[in-house]
């Protein structure tokens, strides 16, 4: 059974740092591709970032370069996003999951998503 187990979620005040996790079980992680894809309040998905199966390639969202950071240890079956300099427009339900797409610049058909994790809630704080 394919697993996506999120953590590390929290509120913290603009400006601020987080470290999100998570931890796969079920599938051969390191021949994945894997994202992040978050739901503000109100708000349909939106992709944040996708990193390939390897870590040799990223893909991040405008709104946020330069303040995220996908990265993958494939020997922990683990995928982060490391979060800086947070702003509260950055709220939302954090959502890990598998990408079995083909490569791409824009990755908002989230039906090449196939398996997703409960989320884990970050809140900017104001």
């Not at 390897?54 to 993958?72: C, E, I, L």
């Amino acid at each position: 059974e394919v697993q996506l187990v999120e953590s590390g979620g929290g509120t913290v005040q603009p400006g601020g740092s987080l470290t999100l996790s998570c931890v796969a079980s079920g599938f051969t992680f390191s021949s994945y591709d894997m994202g992040w894809v978050r739901q503000s309040p109100g708000k349909g998905l939106e992709w944040v970032s996708v990193i390939n199966a390897h870590g040799g390639a990223r893909y991040t969202k405008a709104p946020v370069v330069g303040r995220f950071t996908v990265s993958r240890d494939n020997a922990k079956n683990t995928l982060y996003l490391q979060m800086n300099n947070l702003k509260p427009e950055d709220t939302a339900l954090y959502y890990c999951a598998r990408y079995v797409g083909r490569p791409k610049t824009d990755y908002s058909d989230y039906s090449d998503f196939d398996y997703w994790g409960q989320g884990t809630q970050v809140t900017g704080s104001s």
